[in-house]
Every structure is written in structure tokens, then in C-alpha cells.
């Protein structure tokens, strides 16, 4: 059975500080997906971002980048220069199977982020 | 981006009644579409899947004739709770795949707060 872990439950930093968001999974599967969504205290699911299982590639998309590490079965999100409005709640998820069913994901317990001013 | 909307975004009902949200996929087509519950500070829980055409398949634990999902066209999935009881009171999101992207793309809608006086 698959499982996320983001054993994080709760980060507070400084604003301009760098963030590191933790996600541990497990699946066996090796044929999967991984996501980061954020949540803001209004509650909708914004997607950040999606990697397949096949490609292990780092990803930096503005001040936000994404270490999948396969060896260690982890998916590690940085945020550089944190901002006030990154406060939120982030989930890591995971969609297993060849027939990938995106919409169908188990999430990790979330880490609640906080970013002060 | 695709957009994926759920009417309404909060609702507050009488114990003993029931409610329908709703989940659209506004511009594109949708096989597939998901129900997650999220209570206050936790994850996204599964509730069921939702087929067009076809009956939703349930995860464990979730009881069926209490949550009454329909999704009778491409674009539209319907959750109904049935004579609700504060103990339901909860976050609701629906995902909608994207057909043409094989699964490997969903959305989420912006989610329905449910209280339950």
C-alpha cells in the first residue's frame, strides 16, 4: 500500500529565509507520481507541481525547486527567499499505477508553514 | 489552466437534511472524478470515486447510502449527504482527470465547507 510522510507538522521562518519542506513515500509501485499542492487558509488545492517516477530531474520554477530523490524514496520542496504570502498548509501526494490516476492521490498529514514578517 | 468549480463553497444546513454539492469541470471532459474529505487540521481523505456513467466505487469505511454520488454527464459529478448530522461537518474537495491527458492531470475544485447546526 502506498504512504506519504511529511513528518514536519508545523515550520515557522523568517521572512527571506530559505524553507525546506520534507516528503518521505513509499509504494510498490514503479510506475507513479508525485505532487505538491499548497493550501491557504481560504482552502482550495493549488497545484505546484507534478514529477513521474521516471524522471528524477530537479525542477526550479521561480523561487521554488524540487529534489526527487528515488534512492531515498523522497520528494523534497525548497522554497528560497520565503514570503509572507507562502504561509500555508502543503501537501505531498502520491498516485501509483501505470494507469495513472491522477485525480486519485494519497496525501501526507500536510506541514503547516508560516512565514513572518 | 483547467478549471474545476464546486457549488456551493460553504453551505450550513439543519441536522436531518441533506445536502448536494456539486463538482464541474469547466473546460474539458471528465471520466473520472474524485471525493476527498478533509477534516479541520488533517489530509485529504479518499471518499469514493466517480465514474460517468457508472456507480462510484466507495473506499473503506465510507458508507454509501449516506454518501450518494452521481456523475451523469462528462462535466458533472454530484455529492449528496444524506440526512446529515454534525459529525459531517467537514471540508469537501472533488478532482476531475482530464480525459485527454491520459489520467496524468487532475484538478481540483475550490472545495465546499459543510457545517451541520
Known amino acids: 500500500a502506498q504512504k506519504v510522510t511529511q513528518a514536519q507538522t508545523e515550520i515557522s521562518v523568517v521572512e527571506k529565509e530559505d524553507v525546506t519542506l520534507d516528503c518521505v513515500y513509499e509504494t510498490r509501485d514503479t510506475t507513479y507520481y508525485l505532487f505538491w499542492y499548497k493550501q491557504p487558509p481560504s482552502g482550495e488545492l493549488v497545484f505546484l507541481i507534478r514529477r513521474n517516477s521516471f524522471d528524477e530531474q530537479n525542477e526550479i520554477s521561480g523561487r521554488y525547486s524540487w529534489n526527487f530523490q528515488k534512492s531515498t524514496s523522497s520528494f523534497n520542496f525548497t522554497i528560497t527567499a520565503s514570503q509572507v504570502v507562502d504561509s500555508a498548509v502543503y501537501f505531498c501526494?502520491?498516485?501509483?499505477?501505470?494507469?495513472?490516476?491522477?485525480?486519485?492521490?494519497?496525501f501526507g498529514d500536510g506541514t503547516t508553514l508560516t512565514v513572518k514578517p | 489552466g483547467a478549471v474545476v468549480s464546486q457549488h456551493p463553497s460553504w453551505v450550513i444546513c439543519k441536522s436531518g437534511t441533506s445536502v448536494k454539492i456539486e463538482c464541474r469541470s469547466l473546460d474539458f471532459q471528465a471520466t473520472t472524478m474524485f471525493w476527498y474529505r478533509q477534516f479541520p487540521k488533517q489530509s485529504l481523505m479518499l471518499m469514493a470515486t466517480?465514474?460517468?456513467?457508472?456507480?462510484?466505487?466507495?473506499e473503506q469505511g465510507v458508507e454509501k447510502d449516506k454518501f450518494l454520488i452521481n456523475h451523469a454527464s462528462l462535466t458533472l459529478s454530484t455529492l449528496t449527504v444524506t440526512s446529515a448530522h454534525p459529525e459531517d461537518s467537514s471540508f469537501y474537495i472533488c478532482?476531475?482527470?482530464?480525459?485527454?491527458?491520459?489520467?496524468?492531470?487532475?484538478?481540483f475544485g475550490q472545495g465546499t465547507r459543510l457545517t451541520v447546526v
Open positions: 478532482s476531475a482527470e482530464d480525459v485527454d491527458t491520459g489520467g496524468t492531470e487532475a484538478f
Open positions: 501526494a502520491l498516485s501509483e499505477g501505470i494507469n495513472t490516476n491522477a485525480g486519485k492521490s494519497t
Open positions: 466517480s465514474n460517468e456513467g457508472s456507480k462510484a466505487t466507495y
